[in-house]
């Protein structure tokens, strides 16, 4: 089947489930991506998949709600971020249930006017997914955000700090993460982000203390503080 800008949301999810591949869902189970409704599209496909049917907001709001996970990524990947309203985000975010739909979506979310308001609100949010997705959020746009100001970045630190003695996986991992990125970013930011890695490195908290230290590793590295020369 070949797909065009015209393909309905059948026509894309029939095109899907015309490539399952059950060698891929079996290896993105070893990863911890839930693979339930997962047809093991691989990435540079899904990639093609959406060079060929361009963005459609309505048409990725239907793949949304397939349920499907490889529609769902394809959504995510077609949808206009102009167009997604705050209560759309919500809506997606109430639905993920792996971390790869997370870190996809994240990317998209911090394409809106509003993403900056949607961080600390999806970070309150005890639902694992959702919480992980306001970190994978800081650290995406940390690097793609190229325009943003550090300070709206270095803002997060508190955020992060708050929450990074969360000790799931995929949160623990998303704040350990945001704030590497952060410290990553350039000379200005790296010594707030070292700071606070610092501090949770000897607090008394377990997770806090792996975050920090993990962070400190890398901010440290020969390799990081010869690149921010």
Known sequence: MTL????????IVAHLKSLRNEANIASM???????STALGITTPQMQAVGRQVKRNHERALELWRTGLRDARMAAILTA???RLTKED????AGDFNSWEIVDTAAD??????FWRELIPEFAADSREYVRRTAFAMIAGATVHNKQE???TLLAYLPLIEAYATDPRNFVKKAVNWALRNIGKRNRACHAPALAVAEKLSAGNDRTARWNGKD???????????ARLK
């Open 4 to 11: 065009t800008p015209s393909s309905s949301a059948e026509e």
């Open 108 to 113: 998209l979310f911090t394409q809106t006017t």
């Open 215 to 225: 962070a400190v590793r890398e901010l440290t590295s020969e390799k990081i503080l």
């Open 80 to 82: 206009d971020p102009a």
């Open 89 to 92: 985000a919500w809506a997606w």
């Open 29 to 35: 189970a070893r990863y911890g991506i839930d693979t």
């Open 149 to 151: 100001p550090d300070d």
